[in-house]
């Protein structure tokens, strides 16, 4: 070919799908759906919760099996054991910076905006009914030996039936670590989880064709049990909370991904998909094993998604760290609590811990706040129930954020240990390369872009 022909042959374009074809799409007409249905009809709406627990439920079914077969693989696949420990080191690390500059944000928007001083409750008058006491109860509970006890399993196989992702994670690094130090002997359990995990993808393939509708559901049940006027009750936390969540996600997360020269609005584009989800079914478990995979073709290598990304779901949750702030000092306001620099600053170390503490557990961001209110003793724990009716809402921010940060972390772990793949990670996010959706043979081309 000569050098005028090559000069004037088109540039490739990456293969565009229809739109009708895009998961996110279908998902957002279902959650648009879902308020319809729960703000036309209250109580049809709150009865179609079933919908979107079940979808929950079976993403749930596959993501600890999915935690196991990438953790064991990338430790599998690593030379030197020594890197396992590195990675594990520096994600600790960036962990407790970027869940403490989460928690000093909160602190300081809490007390910038003051949402909690004009609703003058009295402190008597509030009493713990229902789930909320159950909650309470649990943090109560909760004590410092809590996050120690929570990662041991009793039993290997009781940390996959119990869905406690973080046991999951101590069991599955054990494993990968037995594997490498028997050696050519274990190559063939090696294999055989490599196949294992080809196979759960398959089926999370298949389980995310049910994703519009149990966005639907979940939409619907929100709506419909809690109306759209709780919205407006306790307005200005539930707006100061996703204002200070955008901030530390555009702001704090952006500068970390400017610091190896990526963009966090191509990153958040790329992952749009998977915020879709998590904005229709108010969980980021529903899309922790399509941010493995995506993260994992934009430059990291595996070893280091498999670490960063599961463990950060238990110790790297910024989002729930924003709101924790926010809810324990906005209790206070709320009952004329007074707090002084030094017992707000208290309030935050006490978080540093409890904010791990009861990982893998439901209704987490509540048994925490009550563990925290508990731990102050200032504060009334019965106050959690000023707040309770906006969780539901609140918990979508949660979700969002911890997912952003969560992929903006092993972006930087990976950065860090000198493995990323930066001309990768930008010719992804950008949009520039086709790359390889690994569809196995077996199931076909799929109806929709799902993964």
Same mark, same amino acid.
């Given at each position: 070919?000569?050098?005028?022909?090559?000069?004037?042959?088109?540039?490739?374009?990456?293969?565009?799908?229809?739109?009708?074809?895009?998961?996110?799409?279908?998902?957002?007409?279902?959650?648009?759906?879902?308020?319809?249905?729960?703000?036309?009809?209250?109580?049809?709406?709150?009865?179609?919760?079933?919908?979107?627990?079940?979808?929950?439920?079976?993403?749930?079914?596959?993501?600890?099996?999915?935690?196991?077969?990438?953790?064991?693989?990338?430790?599998?696949?690593?030379?030197?054991?020594?890197?396992?420990?590195?990675?594990?080191?520096?994600?600790?690390?960036?962990?407790?910076?970027?869940?403490?500059?989460?928690?000093?944000?909160?602190?300081?928007?809490?007390?910038?905006?003051?949402?909690?001083?004009?609703?003058?409750?009295?402190?008597?008058?509030?009493?713990?009914?229902?789930?909320?006491?159950?909650?309470?109860?649990?943090?109560?509970?909760?004590?410092?030996?809590?996050?120690?006890?929570?990662?041991?399993?009793?039993?290997?196989?009781?940390?996959?039936?119990?869905?406690?992702?973080?046991?999951?994670?101590?069991?599955?690094?054990?494993?990968?670590?037995?594997?490498?130090?028997?050696?050519?002997?274990?190559?063939?359990?090696?294999?055989?989880?490599?196949?294992?995990?080809?196979?759960?993808?398959?089926?999370?393939?298949?389980?995310?064709?049910?994703?519009?509708?149990?966005?639907?559901?979940?939409?619907?049940?929100?709506?419909?049990?809690?109306?759209?006027?709780?919205?407006?009750?306790? &307005?200005?936390? =539930?707006? +100061? @909370?996703?204002? $200070?969540?955008? %901030?530390?996600?555009?702001? !704090?997360?952006?500068?970390?991904? /400017?610091?190896?020269?990526?963009?966090?609005?191509?990153?958040?584009?790329?992952?749009?998909?998977?915020?879709?989800?998590?904005?229709?079914?108010?969980?980021?478990?529903?899309?922790?094993?399509?941010?493995?995979?995506?993260?994992?073709?934009?430059?990291?290598?595996?070893?280091?998604?498999?670490?960063?990304?599961?463990?950060?779901?238990?110790?790297?949750?910024? &989002?729930?760290? =924003?709101? +924790? @702030?926010?809810? $324990?000092?906005? %209790?206070?306001?709320?009952? !004329?609590?007074?707090?002084?620099? /030094?017992?707000?600053?208290?309030?935050?170390?006490?978080?540093?811990?409890?904010?791990?503490?009861?990982?893998?557990?439901?209704?987490?961001?509540?048994?925490?706040?009550?563990?925290?209110?508990?731990?102050?003793?200032?504060?009334?724990?019965?106050?959690?129930?000023?707040?309770?009716?906006?969780?539901?809402?609140?918990?979508?921010?949660?979700?969002?954020?911890?997912?952003?940060?969560?992929?903006?972390?092993?972006? $930087?772990?990976?950065?860090?240990?000198?493995?990323?793949?930066?001309?990768?990670?930008?010719?992804?996010?950008?949009?520039?390369?086709?790359?390889?959706?690994?569809?196995?043979?077996?199931?076909?081309?799929?109806?929709?872009?799902?993964?």
């Amino acid at each position: 070919m000569s050098a005028t022909s090559a000069a004037a042959a088109p540039i490739a374009r990456p293969h565009r799908s229809a739109w009708y074809r895009k998961l996110y799409i279908w998902v957002l007409v279902g959650i648009a759906a879902g308020i319809g249905v729960g703000a036309a009809w209250p109580g049809t709406g709150a009865n179609l919760q079933p919908l979107g627990s079940t979808f929950v439920s079976m993403i749930t079914m596959v993501v600890t099996p999915i935690i196991f077969v990438t953790i064991v693989g990338g430790i599998a696949g690593v030379d030197d054991l020594r890197k396992v420990g590195r990675i594990g080191v520096k994600s600790l690390i960036y962990f407790e910076g970027m869940t403490t500059l989460a928690l000093v944000l909160g602190l300081v928007a809490i007390d910038v905006f003051h949402p909690g001083s004009s609703i003058h409750a009295n402190p008597a008058t509030l009493k713990l009914t229902g789930t909320a006491a159950q909650y309470a109860s649990a943090g109560k509970a909760q004590g410092f030996w809590s996050i120690l006890t929570e990662i041991v399993p009793s039993s290997a196989f009781g940390a996959f039936a119990s869905g406690n992702d973080l046991q999951v994670v101590f069991f599955s690094i054990l494993f990968g670590v037995a594997i490498k130090l028997v050696g050519a002997p274990a190559a063939g359990i090696a294999a055989g989880v490599d196949k294992f995990g080809k196979v759960m993808f398959a089926i999370l393939r298949i389980i995310m064709y049910a994703a519009p509708v149990g966005a639907f559901g979940a939409m619907a049940f929100t709506v419909g049990k809690y109306g759209v006027h709780t919205l407006t009750s306790l &307005g200005s936390l =539930i707006g +100061l @909370t996703y204002g $200070a969540s955008a %901030v530390f996600v555009v702001v !704090g997360l952006g500068a970390v991904c /400017a610091v190896f020269r990526l963009n966090i609005l191509a990153l958040l584009r790329y992952i749009k998909d998977e915020l879709v989800i998590i904005l229709g079914t108010s969980s980021s478990e529903t899309v922790l094993p399509q941010l493995m995979r995506k993260v994992e073709r934009a430059g990291v290598p595996e070893d280091v998604v498999g670490l960063t990304i599961p463990t950060g779901y238990s110790f790297n949750l910024d &989002g729930t760290c =924003i709101y +924790l @702030t926010l809810a $324990a000092l906005f %209790v206070a306001q709320a009952t !004329g609590v007074h707090l002084s620099l /030094a017992q707000q600053l208290g309030i935050l170390a006490i978080l540093l811990l409890t904010s791990k503490g009861a990982a893998g557990v439901t209704g987490s961001g509540f048994i925490v706040l009550a563990a925290t209110l508990a731990s102050v003793g200032s504060i009334p724990v019965a106050g959690i129930m000023l707040i309770f009716g906006i969780d539901r809402f609140m918990s979508t921010c949660r979700a969002l954020t911890n997912a952003c940060g969560n992929v903006v972390g092993s972006f $930087a772990v990976a950065a860090w240990e000198g493995v990323l793949d930066r001309d990768k990670a930008v010719r992804v996010l950008g949009g520039h390369d086709d790359f390889d959706r690994e569809q196995p043979e077996s199931v076909g081309q799929p109806a929709l872009e799902t993964v």
